[in-house]
């Protein structure tokens, strides 16, 4: 069992409803806009931005980016408190009670994908009424990031024990997956063939970001072609 | 040993400030006391609303806290080191200047290892590094040799005072129960001596491995990750020779201020600052090594990650304190101490607190640029330290300001009995030492 997941930027429109999805899904807290401004912006899923080539051939790309769920990944290497660990399953967790807030694993993550809680998460009045039960809210000065939804695994492996078979591929997809209208973003099982990630992940124009760091990410591109 | 309490000391200017602090003493106390109050009262408020309150933000996650916290170690690199290896070596010229270097390591270090904390999101929960510590991560590592240094270095500290703190108690200074507790019941007999040097001799070996491992493990923190500008095999020396630098710039000033307030011309003469001062050169010159090293390989190297950091640091946001840093560590201190007519009382103070600056610039051209050019195209601003950060560095100089004043007043900041040693015993010691190295009078076979 290694979950992972494939972008195919072919299929991309670049629309963002991933990192909305996956902002309400976790209970990522929306910050002030002065905030924001500083980079204090909290995504899980976040939309880069890359520019290819100068004016009259520039190209503009929008490239969702979750975390890389690396297996080797430099952030767990450097935690002093084992508060973010590579599980069984390949998903790069984080444990928010056990996290003293020292953000190492912050500057060593070359994709730069964790968030810090600088302050006390707060939501706007409407918003709080629908917070994701499934998932804890974090305190002030912890690191947070993309977990693959993994409290949608946990119910999935419970409906599956209670119902008394194995995992499908389709019970579950993390929010961002499940959310995206294009159908860009598949996810499962590396390891399992039967599963689309799997086929996907050995085709032609898959590649990874910052592959030569030999970080080994569990998210997978596919390359656009014209 | 002993003597009646009335008569006059030789050594009275090193008992003068104990025994009569005068008033200043208290203005200054009372100055420093009110900026740690206020102090306070800022790190508090950032505990209730926590680590907002700085200027951090993603991807500049490390700011001044960590960028002091390796400053305040560097400069505390010059006390027990430097101590340790001019006694190891015989230097008859250590006599006033060791006792003062090692109170800059006692204090320095305390409040550099109270940065990281100072750092944290959850300060409350930093008991997790001892019962959920991971050995594998370097915080881990600084946290052991930090510990192992401030507590090696306090001993060595603490040791070689015995006997000074017996004269104290037995010319009766007040208060008479730190005195009297303090000096262990040292008596001066001949066993005690012998006691007292082996420990000493012991601490002064033990002493040096640790103060490298400490200023290597700091560089690991950078030095473990793949970040661009961190990544180099060479940073371990690098952070050794630079603390050792601007350590001995900081024992300087402090042997200058000192020199002037206490009136100790006497004892700190132009040649332990000619010594010094020549020290410090000769480690400006391998700053610079170190430094050409380090970017030159990562020039020719040119990866594109690596050279986004090299120029951002020479010509872009960076480039005025990358000068400034250049400026202060090695021309200004080269063209000050190399040229012997500026190589005078005033020159070295001006070129120690040039290096003093240059180092604090140069953590900060370590810890920023780094983090604030990350490899995906991420939209960053630049790193501007808050309120709350400035008043935390101003903070921890006036604890070491204040904690340098407190142990003046109580303490003799120039060892007396190694003084009174040297007046009795070094000249013959060193004659014996000097015959010793020279050639037979006669080759020895002759004598048989």
């Given at each position: 069992m290694k979950w992972g997941m494939v972008i195919d930027l072919q299929k991309?429109?670049?629309?963002g409803e991933c990192a909305a999805a996956c902002k309400l899904e976790n209970n990522v807290s929306i910050v002030e806009p002065t905030e924001a401004a500083m980079g204090r912006s909290m995504l899980w899923m976040d939309m880069l931005t890359m520019y290819e080539g100068a004016y009259p051939r520039l190209r503009v790309r929008q490239i969702p980016r979750p975390c890389?769920?690396?297996?080797?990944?430099p952030c767990t290497k450097v935690c002093p408190v084992r508060a973010t660990y590579k599980n069984e399953e390949g998903i790069v967790a984080q444990i928010y009670p056990q996290c003293?807030?020292?953000?190492y694993c912050m500057a060593a993550c070359?994709?730069?994908?964790k968030s810090f809680n600088w302050y006390k998460p707060e939501w706007a009045p409407g918003i709080r009424k629908t917070v994701n039960p499934d998932v804890s809210t974090r305190q002030v000065g912890v690191v947070e990031k993309c977990t693959f939804c993994v409290h949608r695994l946990q119910k999935a492996k419970e409906q599956a024990k209670h119902e008394g078979r194995n995992l499908r591929e389709n019970d579950f997809q993390p929010a961002c997956a499940d959310s995206c209208p294009a159908g860009a973003i598949a996810f499962g099982?590396?390891?399992?063939?039967?599963?689309r990630v799997n086929q996907l992940s050995h085709s032609p124009r898959a590649t990874k970001l910052?592959?030569?760091?030999?970080?080994?990410?569990?998210v997978i591109y596919l390359k656009e072609v014209d | 040993m002993e003597r009646a309490p009335a008569q006059p000391h030789p050594d009275y200017p090193l008992l003068r400030p104990i025994e009569n602090p005068g008033r200043t003493f208290y203005y200054i106390v009372g100055v420093l006391l009110a900026i740690l109050a206020y102090t306070g009262y800022v790190y508090v408020r950032q505990i209730l609303f926590?680590?907002?309150?700085?200027?951090?933000a993603q991807p500049v996650t490390w700011g001044f806290y960590i960028i002091n916290f390796v400053f305040f170690i560097g400069i505390s690199h010059a006390g027990t080191l430097i101590s340790a290896i001019l006694r190891l070596s015989k230097a008859e010229w250590r006599r006033p200047i060791t006792r003062m270097a090692e109170v800059i390591t006692a204090i320095v270090l305390a409040i550099g290892g109270l940065h990281p904390i100072i750092d944290l999101?959850?300060?409350?929960?930093?008991?997790h590094l001892f019962y959920?510590?991971?050995?594998?991560s370097p915080l881990l590592w600084d946290v052991t040799s930090i510990t192992a240094y401030f507590t090696a270095s306090t001993i060595y500290l603490y040791i070689p005072m015995i006997p000074d703190i017996a004269i104290l108690r037995d010319r009766g200074v007040k208060p008479r129960w730190l005195y009297e507790f303090l000096?262990?019941?040292?008596?001066?007999?001949e066993r005690q001596h012998k006691v007292l040097d082996r420990a000493m001799n012991i601490l002064m070996v033990v002493v040096i491995p640790i103060a490298v491992s400490v200023h290597t493990i700091i560089s690991y923190i950078f030095a473990m990750t793949v970040q661009p500008g961190w990544h180099s095999t060479i940073f371990g020396p690098y952070f050794v020779v630079g603390a050792i630098f601007s350590g001995i710039a900081a024992i300087l000033v402090l042997m200058i201020v000192f020199r002037k307030v206490f009136r100790l011309e006497g004892y700190l003469k132009h040649i332990h600052f000619n010594y010094l001062g020549i020290l410090l050169l000769i480690m400006s010159l391998l700053w610079f090594y170190f430094t050409f090293s380090e970017y030159l390989t990562g020039y020719y190297g040119h990866e594109p990650n690596e050279m986004r950091v090299f120029w951002y640091k020479f010509t872009g946001a960076f480039a005025p304190y990358y000068w400034a840093m250049v400026t202060c560590n090695f021309l200004v201190p080269v063209i000050l101490l190399g040229i012997r007519k500026f190589r005078t009382i005033t020159g070295i103070l001006f070129a120690s607190i040039s290096v003093i600056v240059g180092m604090w610039l140069e953590r900060l051209i370590i810890v920023v640029p780094s983090l604030a050019?990350?490899?995906?195209p991420y939209p960053t601003g630049i790193y501007i330290p808050s309120h709350t950060e400035w008043i935390l560095f101003l903070g921890g100089v006036s604890v070491f300001i204040l904690g340098y004043m407190l142990f003046a007043r109580f303490f003799p900041v120039i060892s007396i009995w190694e003084i009174e040693e040297g007046r009795h015993e070094s000249a013959k010691m060193v004659n014996e030492r000097i015959t010793s190295y020279m050639p037979d009078p006669q080759p020895s076979s002759a004598q048989e």
């Open positions: 991309c429109t670049g629309c890389m769920h690396c297996d080797h990944p003293i807030g020292c953000r070359p994709y730069t994908v099982d590396l390891e399992n063939e039967s599963h910052l592959e030569d760091l030999g970080t080994e990410p569990k | 926590g680590l907002g309150v700085t200027g951090m999101g959850r300060p409350d929960r930093m008991l959920n510590g991971r050995l594998q000096s262990w019941g040292w008596q001066g007999t050019n990350p490899r995906l």
